[in-house]
């Protein structure tokens, strides 16, 4: 039998940390409408500080042979959460917002891996490619609680010069599949995504605090 093409395999190996992200109880309480547009943002706030790492990270590889293939302006987010950030706190938002302690731990270790391409490539994945599959779907929940359409609120989700997101996707997925590394490569990889979304959940789970701070008012 011909060995799963590696996409398909890191999804495997790493779903079971998609759920536990999923499952999040900040997430839980924005889908159901019951945060206030500022709880909302603190979680806008904490994707500005990570995409400014991830995206200069990614911008940093554009010429690198096994992370190059993924580098694409069009999914670079630090514009979108700006408008975003406005929209939300107004234009004194930059002094409004700071990277929680999981933030500081993330970004640390986007930075930590941007001279290691496997390693960028397991950040790169479990965030963009989570914000074009499930991301949208939460879009589309943000727009029907808070009434944000264009220009500022959810901007960090439209992708739109990304052009068909499921064509996107399997292109994506069939760099990952062309992904020139050996085996041990491959496993390392996964294990940092592992990590990725590990570190992106305590991010969440930091958030909960300030939900249950909320919702406790
Ligand atoms: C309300 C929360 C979430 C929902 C409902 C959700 C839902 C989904 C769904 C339905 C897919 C499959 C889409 C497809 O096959 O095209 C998906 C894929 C993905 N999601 Fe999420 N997700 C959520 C949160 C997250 C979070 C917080 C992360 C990362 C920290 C994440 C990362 C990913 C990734 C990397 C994929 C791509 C998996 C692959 O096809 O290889 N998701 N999500």
Redesign the pocket.
């Known amino acids: 039998m011909s060995e799963p093409p590696f996409?398909?395999v890191?999804?495997n190996a790493?779903?079971s940390?998609?759920e536990s992200?999923?499952d999040?109880s900040y997430?839980?309480a924005?889908?159901e409408g019951r945060l206030s547009a500022e709880a909302y943002g603190e979680m806008v706030a904490q994707h500005y500080f990570a995409y400014v790492a991830l995206d200069n990270a990614s911008k940093a590889l554009a010429d690198d042979p096994v992370a190059g293939p993924f580098v694409f302006p069009a999914l670079y987010r630090e514009e979108a959460l700006v408008r975003d950030l406005e929209t939300i706190y107004g234009s004194g938002w930059r002094s409004r917002i700071e990277p929680s302690m999981p933030t500081r731990t993330l970004v640390a270790r986007i930075e930590q891996v941007a001279s290691w391409p496997g390693g960028h490539i397991a950040h790169h994945?479990?965030?963009?490619?989570?914000?074009?599959?499930?991301?949208q779907?939460?879009r589309m929940?943000l727009q029907k609680i808070y009434g944000y359409q264009r220009d500022g609120g959810v901007d960090f989700y439209r992708f739109d010069e990304v052009g068909s997101?499921?064509r996107f996707?399997n292109d994506y997925?069939a760099r990952?599949d062309a992904l020139p590394v050996d085996e041990a490569e491959k496993q390392r990889i996964i294990g940092e995504?592992r990590l990725?979304?590990q570190l992106?959940?305590e991010v969440?789970a930091d958030l909960g605090r300030v939900m249950r701070a909320e919702l406790a008012a």
């Open positions: 996409s398909e890191l999804r790493t779903w940390s998609h992200a999923e999040e997430l839980k924005l889908m994945y479990t965030r963009y490619m989570g914000d074009l599959s499930g991301g779907f939460i929940e997101l499921p996707k997925r990952l995504t990725a979304y992106n959940t969440l």
